[in-house]
């Protein structure tokens, strides 16, 4: 039943532009070049801002997410990698609940991998006309048809782009894949610019420096008390702090250490006995796939809640699902959950957030581990990584482990994956909630993302300095 869904949409599968596969090995220095060419464009279309918009200056309902959606409101990176990930989410969804069958055989999963697709361009249209029709650039009455409708196609066409981009990388042109990309840098751009910002705000205090380190100098100098100027610069409310800064190093800090725990299991070669080598397995096995799913899940709950609550404000079931209020002090205005569903679901802003709320505390941690944990355990199941799935790739690459049968191979991989994969996901979401009570710059859940993802590149630096040799990286 799960194949013949799946096959019904490949007529419509095959009308999605796709990436060829590389025809020859792709060297290092090239992949350099692919990476920063997709980074430029993402990076200008971050910049251009959408077309026939009337304003944008009203509070931002997606305040929140847009770090880690890799989102740049009123540009034509509006969506960001919403619609990928969400139908990233959806898919992994129907075939953890068997809804859907993924295959073991190449032509399988390239069919899932293209109703994946398929599904994130829906989504991306879907997501575009309910920004244009809930009036987020204007009343459509004032816009007019024509207006409308070039818009969506700007954020549709922008949506196929941010797709092609991330495929380019994926199949082997570039480094690591387009979303981990375009999420780190953005996660980045965010921590750098909150540090070192020369923007100015009148906060009523008099005017102060947005970054966090040009604000301590400023305040050293201008104050004549210098201990409160330096409390006030460790502390200030509503603009980063240094108390903030530090943090984010710290919880930097925790992850890499982090990163480092393993389990080797030793393997030997079926034909040459002098042959040895482990297979690692990582605490984080799914790496920051938990995360990027958990804030799929909770960025569109958000968006739910804020186009329900934008027409339908006041009603009983619309406040269940969440109410929002709108904070202007420090930055430009945005709109925060401070009701229903979603404000259990949000973060705490610090630890006096906690103790005012202790049950909002409670509920926020047991969502972000459970969720992390049962994101991390089943995409084990659809991305290829199960304990059923190693041994296969370990028995093609004629691989036994050592004091294990073939047939007993399976089994022993499942004492360690299953189990790799729930705590390393319960790890991952224990991580974000401690460095979202911290206060660390950009969210816990983006620095988290931030810090897996820029490891992740150390990482394929590593094997490829180790395949070629450092001199001939670039060479």
């Known amino acids: 039943m799960g194949f013949k869904i799946l096959e019904v949409l490949r007529p419509f599968i095959a009308i999605i532009p796709e990436v060829a596969k590389p025809e020859r090995k792709i060297q290092f220095k090239e992949k350099v070049l692919w990476t920063a060419v997709t980074l430029f464009i993402f990076l200008v279309c971050c910049q251009i801002p959408l077309f026939g918009i ?68 829906i989504i991306t249209l879907g997501q575009a006309t309910v920004y244009v029709l809930t009036g987020m650039y204007g ?28 495929e380019l990388l994926q199949k082997g042109y570039g480094l690591g894949s387009g979303i981990s990309l375009f999420i780190a840098t953005n996660i980045c751009e965010t921590i750098v610019w909150k540090s070192f910002s020369p923007a100015t705000i009148n906060t009523g205090r008099g005017t102060e420096f947005e970054g966090a380190i040009i604000a301590l100098f400023h305040l050293l100098a201008t104050r004549s008390d210098k201990i409160k100027g330096l409390r006030e ?44 080598s482990t297979y690692p397995i990582k605490l984080f096995y799914t790496s920051n796939i938990p995360i990027i799913l958990q804030s799929a899940l909770v960025s569109n709950l958000y968006i739910i809640s804020q186009m329900l609550a934008s027409r339908f404000g006041g009603n009983f079931i619309v406040n269940l699902l969440g109410t929002w209020g709108v904070v202007g002090g420090g930055g430009p205005a945005r709109s925060y959950p401070v009701g229903g569903l979603c404000y259990y679901l949000s973060p705490p802003e610090n630890v006096g957030h906690v103790i005012e709320d202790p049950v909002h505390a409670v509920i926020y941690i047991t969502f972000m581990l459970g969720s992390c944990a049962f994101f991390s355990k089943t995409w084990i199941d659809v991305s290829g990584s199960s304990a059923k799935d190693v041994a296969k790739q370990l028995k093609e690459q004629q691989y036994v482990m050592s004091g294990h049968r073939d047939t007993s191979m399976v089994k022993e991989l499942n004492r360690y994956i299953p189990t790799a994969a729930a705590f390393g996901g319960l790890c991952i979401g224990a991580l974000s909630v401690l460095a979202d009570f911290l206060g660390a710059i950009g969210s816990g859940t983006g620095i988290l993302l931030a810090v897996t993802i820029i490891y992740q590149y150390f990482e394929v630096f590593v094997k490829e300095q180790a395949d070629v040799g450092i001199g001939g990286l670039f060479l």
Not at 141 to 146: M, Q, S, V
Not at 243 to 267: C, E, H, K, N, W
């Open 233 to 276: 610069a460790f502390y200030r409310q509503n603009l980063p702090n240094l108390t903030s800064l530090m943090a984010t190093i710290l919880v930097f800090a925790i992850v890499i250490y982090f990163q480092g725990f393993r389990v080797d299991l030793p393997i030997k070669h079926a034909r040459y006995r002098g042959q040895q």
């Open 139 to 166: 009343l459509p009455g004032d816009l007019g048809a024509g207006i409308c409708m070039l818009i969506v196609l700007q954020l549709v066409c922008a949506g196929l782009v941010v797709l092609l981009l991330d």
């Open 54 to 121: 009337m304003s944008s200056d009203s509070a931002d309902p997606f305040y929140w997410l847009r770090v880690i959606m890799a989102s740049n409101r009123g540009t034509l990176m509006e969506l960001g990698i919403t619609p990928i990930v969400t139908s990233s989410l959806i898919m992994q969804l129907l075939a953890g609940a068997k809804l859907i069958e993924v295959g073991d055989t190449p032509k399988d999963r390239a069919l899932f991998n293209g109703a994946q697709k398929l599904f994130g361009m």
